[in-house]
């Protein structure tokens, strides 16, 4: 398995992850949990699904002339941006379906990748406080 | 001429708010282009290192993208959902 499927595989299994947290965090502390699980639910499936185009709109891309990539990735960013309004409206109009639980899951992702891609090392803090000539 | 009331001030600024939010949403589609294209060129000079390309284009644009989404969210929620107007 090549490391993109695998990176990908890893924000699934962390996504799902975090989302669990979610989900039990409002089932203890939350009065009504379920319109949160839902939207939770709601939010990361549509989340990962949406991860999943990005790749297959980005593997596409490389293999196409400069311009032309750039224009395809934006149009395919507009398609994705459409859908995820679609998303929110009808969370936001739905009385089943809470809009903070989508939101908490539709930005779950992007806790991931910084987590796992970023503040997963102790340099990176230790980098923050060094000045560029001691690193 | 009826003057303005309150509710109708909240929602006429709501409104302007709301447009004014959706321009977070521009930015990644330009840097999410910009990115591909040089991905493009990238994956052409060194067709190799096509994976270690696509995973961190991958990373990135997925990061940026939250942002557009960030301001669609205050779009939607001034125009369908507004909590101000509840306000008065």
Same mark, same amino acid.
């Given at each position: ?46 989340s990962l699904l949406n991860f999943r185009l990005l790749y297959l709109t980005l593997n596409k891309a490389v293999h196409m002339p400069p311009p032309k990539a750039q224009a395809y990735a934006t149009s395919r960013y507009l ?57 | ?8 001030? &909240? ?5 302007? #708010? =709301?447009?004014? +939010?959706?321009?977070? !949403? $521009?930015?990644?589609? %330009? ?21 270690? &390309? ?5 990373? #990135? =644009?997925?990061? +940026?993208?939250?942002? !557009? $989404?960030?301001?669609? %969210? ?15």
């Amino acid at each position: 398995m090549d490391s993109v499927n695998q990176t990908q595989l890893k924000m699934l299994k962390n996504a799902l992850l975090l989302n669990g947290l979610f989900c039990i965090i409002a089932l203890v502390f939350l009065e009504n949990p379920i319109t949160f699980v839902v939207g939770v639910i709601f939010g990361t499936t549509f989340s990962l699904l949406n991860f999943r185009l990005l790749y297959l709109t980005l593997n596409k891309a490389v293999h196409m002339p400069p311009p032309k990539a750039q224009a395809y990735a934006t149009s395919r960013y507009l398609l994705r941006y459409t859908i995820t309004g679609i998303v929110i409206f009808i969370s936001l109009k739905a009385d089943y379906i809470n809009i903070l639980g989508t939101i908490a899951g539709l930005v779950s992702l992007k806790l991931v990748i910084l987590k796992s891609e970023l503040f997963n090392s102790k340099e990176y803090f230790k980098n923050i406080f060094k000045r560029k000539e001691e690193r | 001429m009826e003057p303005i009331t309150g509710r109708a001030l &909240i929602l006429a600024a709501s409104a302007i #708010g =709301a447009g004014l +939010a959706m321009i977070a !949403g $521009i930015g990644p589609g %330009i840097g999410q282009g910009y990115a591909a294209g040089k991905g493009a060129e990238g994956v052409g000079r060194q067709p190799e290192a096509q994976g270690d &390309i696509v995973r961190t284009m991958l990373l #990135g =644009a997925a990061v +940026a993208e939250t942002t !557009g $989404i960030y301001g669609l %969210i205050v779009a939607l929620i001034l125009l369908f959902a507004n909590p101000l107007v509840n306000l008065l």
